[in-house]
């Protein structure tokens, strides 16, 4: 059974300017975050997860 802990997450635009940063509480190895990006303009963003052990970036491509 995994501990508690807090990740952060932080939205870039491709500038990189943050746009969006939240941090949550998770109690699972595995947990699902939803994130509003109805908001965000068509393009290139960044998506940045941090936890205590490790960090993640990740490109991502709004469509509409």
């Known amino acids: ?3 508690s802990h807090e990740v952060l ?3 870039f635009d491709i500038t ?3 746009l969006h940063r939240v941090s ?3 109690n699972s ?3 699902t ?3 509003n990006m109805a ?3 068509k393009g290139f963003y960044f998506i940045s997860v941090y936890s205590q052990q490790s960090y993640i970036t990740m490109k991502i491509n709004i469509l509409r």
Request: aromatic share 4%.
């Open 1 to 3: 059974n995994a501990k």
């Open 29 to 31: 190895d595995k947990e």
């Open 33 to 35: 975050l939803h994130l």
């Open 24 to 26: 949550h509480e998770i």
């Open 16 to 18: 990189g300017k943050m």
């Open 39 to 41: 908001y965000l303009d």
């Open 9 to 11: 997450i932080e939205l």
